[in-house]
């Protein structure tokens, strides 16, 4: 596993020291005020995250959350939240990825974690899908599930287009959040 790269202030993209913004981000209002990742989502990365998520292997949430406490700092935030699992793929795989991470991450880091997000309907697998598909596929799929301290860390496990934590943190906005930072576990590359 590599540690991820450089990464824009915003989203999370790769570049070179220093980054401030990558060509993405710049010119675009994001929801959230920073992402980043403890390492970049390759080959290896791949077939951990496929053990965790498809193949019920849920301890791997515990070894996640300790690559990202190795990794990165800790966020000044007064909650974690989590980005909800979809009910029918939650049922498939019988647990919830994101939370589980996010409820490692709680408690190495001593933050409370909180169900801030709620799921208001159901989404196409995102894999496959381009970037203006991805962001359509989860645009009005999250809502505020209460009312949100003003500075919250949002937990997903893999960070691709950005779309779906983007579409997360819109929701913690409406619930009264007022600076959102993502983190994952790991970051694809493009």
């Known amino acids: 596993m590599r540690v991820a790269p450089p990464l824009c202030e915003r989203c999370g993209s ?5 980054i401030r913004r990558c060509a993405e981000c710049r ?3 994001l929801s959230f005020a920073s992402a980043r990742a403890a390492i970049v989502y390759d080959g290896t990365a791949r077939k951990l995250v496929a053990a965790w998520k498809e193949r019920g292997q849920r301890h791997l949430a515990r070894i996640a959350a300790a690559v990202v406490v190795e990794t990165l700092a800790r966020p000044a935030v007064e909650a974690l939240a ?3 699992a979809d009910r029918d793929r939650s049922l498939e795989r019988g647990h919830r990825p994101a939370e589980s991470l996010a409820r490692a991450l709680g408690r190495a880091w001593g933050v409370p974690v909180e169900p801030l997000v709620r799921r208001v309907r159901s989404v196409e697998p995102q894999r496959g899908l ?12 999250f809502a505020p599930a209460r009312s949100s301290p003003s500075r919250v860390c949002l937990v997903d496990d ?5 779309a779906t934590v983007a579409a997360a943190a819109s929701a913690l906005r409406k619930g009264g959040a007022r600076k959102i930072e993502v983190v994952t576990f790991a970051r694809a590359v493009r």
């Open 130 to 141: 381009g970037l203006k598909e991805r962001r359509s596929n989860v645009a009005g799929a």
């Open 158 to 162: 893999v960070y691709t287009s950005g």
């Open 82 to 84: 989590f980005v909800p």
């Open 27 to 29: 010119g675009r209002r």
């Open 14 to 18: 790769p570049g070179a020291w220093p």
